[in-house]
C-alpha cells in the first residue's frame, strides 16, 4: 500500500552512490522522508582522479570516501551495501544482491544513478589488453600494469622486447586519454628519472590515439591547439584520425596510412575511449514508452522521471535528456533537482519543473603546472588554468581530510618528484593473472559476482 494512503513516511530509494546519488541523498537529508541509498561498493568516488591513482600520484583513499561516512550525520539515512540486478516498476521493489545474499526493497520513489561504464564499440575482446579507468579496481589493475612494465623492462635484454615493455599506448584523445597521456610522460620524464640502473625510464614512448581529427574535441580550437602543443613538448605522440582495428597482448593494429603506426608495438595499452549507459538502463527500458538512446541512456521526461512513472527519476550518466554531456556537474545538478521535486510533491507542489541545466565549464590537465579550462566565455590554458584545475577538483573530494591528504601529495609529486603511491602489492604486480584467476572463480558464482562484473566492476 502506498505511503500516503497508510499515513507513514515515504521511502526513497537511491540506486547508486556516484555524484548524482550523493547530491540527492544530500538535498533529502533533512526532508521528512525514509531514504535508502544502495551502491554496489561501499565508497563514494572521484573518478576524474583516478588517473592518479593509476599514476601513482594519488592513494585509493584519497578520491573515495566511505558512502556511510558521507551520510552518517542524516538520521534518515541507511545504506545497503549491493548490486541492485532488478527493478519491478509495478510492484515498486528492486532486487538486490549482496555477495549472493538477494533481497527486495520496496520503495514509494526510486532515484536511479548508476552512471555508465567503457564502450569498446562493439569490441569487447579488447578489454582484455586494454583495461578502462572507471573503478578503483580499474585504476588500482593500472597502476600495477604501468609500474609492472618499467620492472620488466629493466630486466629484458632483448631491445626490441624492451622498447615493446616502454611503450604506452593510449586510446581514445578526449579529457580522460589526454591527462592520462601527460601523466604518464611526466612520469617516466620525470618521477622515475634515477630509479633503474639498466633502462632510462625516460626513453618510454606515450602514444595517444583517437579517432576524432582532433585532441579534445568538444574544448575551443585555441585550446586544443595549446594542449597538443604541451603534450608534444612532453614527448607524448599525438595520432589523431585513428581507429584501432585490432589488438592482441603484444600491440595494436590501426587503419593509419602511416607506415609507423599501422602496427604499434606495446605492452600497455589503456582504453579511454566511449562510455556506454549502467545496464540497469536495459532494465528500465522493459516498460512501455520507456526508450534508450544509443549509448544506452533513459530517454526521460524533462524532469528527470520516464514516461508513465512520475515516481522513477534517473540522473547524471544514465540520464538521457537533451544529450547533456555526462560529466559531474549534470549529475550533481540532476540529482539536487530530484530531490527538490520530490520535496515539493510532498509540501502538496504538483507542478513538473524540467531541470535546467547550468554549465559550470571544463577543465583537463596536461601535466604539472598545465592545464586546459573552459569556464563561461573565459578559456585558459597553462598555470592558470591548472590553479583552477586544483581548486575545483579539491573541492570535489567531499571531506578535510581528503583534502589535505590529496594537498600533500600533490605538492610531493609537483614540487617535488616523489610518488609514494606508487607502491603496488604481490597481486597488482601480477594484475591480470590475479583478475583472470578470480574471473575463473567468479564462473562459478552466482549473482554478485557475475552482476558487477557485466556492469563495469572488471574492465
Ligand atoms: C576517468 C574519468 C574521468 C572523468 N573526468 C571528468 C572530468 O574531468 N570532469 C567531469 O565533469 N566529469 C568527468 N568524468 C565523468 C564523471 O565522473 C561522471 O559524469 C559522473 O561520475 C557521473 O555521476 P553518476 O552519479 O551518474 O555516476 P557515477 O559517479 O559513475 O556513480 C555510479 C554509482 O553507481 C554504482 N552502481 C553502478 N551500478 C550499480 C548497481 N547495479 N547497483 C548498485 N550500485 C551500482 C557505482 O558503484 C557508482 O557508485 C570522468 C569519468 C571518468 C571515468
Redesign the pocket.
Known sequence: MSASATGRRHHVVI????????AAAKALGRAAVDVTV????N??????L??QVATGILSEGDIAVPIRDALRRQRNTRVVL????DIDLDARRVA?DTIGLRREIEYDILIV????RQSYFGRPEFAVDAPG???LDDALELRGRIFGVFEMAEGERNPAARRRWLTFLIVGAG??GV?LAGQLAELSRRSLRGNFRRIDPGEARVLLLGAASTILPTYPEALRERAARDLRELGVELHVGTMVTGMDEQGVDTDSTNPRVQRIDAATKIW?AG?QA???GRVLAKAPGVELDPVGRVKVETDCTIPGHPEVFV?????GLDDL???????IQS?RHAAQTIIGRLAGDTTRRPFRYRDAG???MISRLRAVAVVGNLALSGFPAWVLWLLVRLTSLGGLKNSASVLFNWTVAFLGRGRAPRVISAQQAFARQAIEVHACDAANEPALST??HA??GLP
Open positions: 540506486v547508486g552512490c556516484g555524484f548524482g546519488g550523493l544502495i551502491d554496489r561498493t565508497h563514494h568516488l572521484v573518478q576524474p583516478l588517473h549491493g548490486a541492485v540486478v538486490v544513478a548508476t552512471g555508465a579507468m572507471k573503478t579529457p580522460t591527462e579511454a562510455v549502467s545496464p540497469l540522473i547524471g550518466d544514465l540520464m554531456p555526462g560529466v559531474t556537474q549534470v549529475a540529482g571544463r577543465l583537463a552482476a558487477a556492469e563495469g
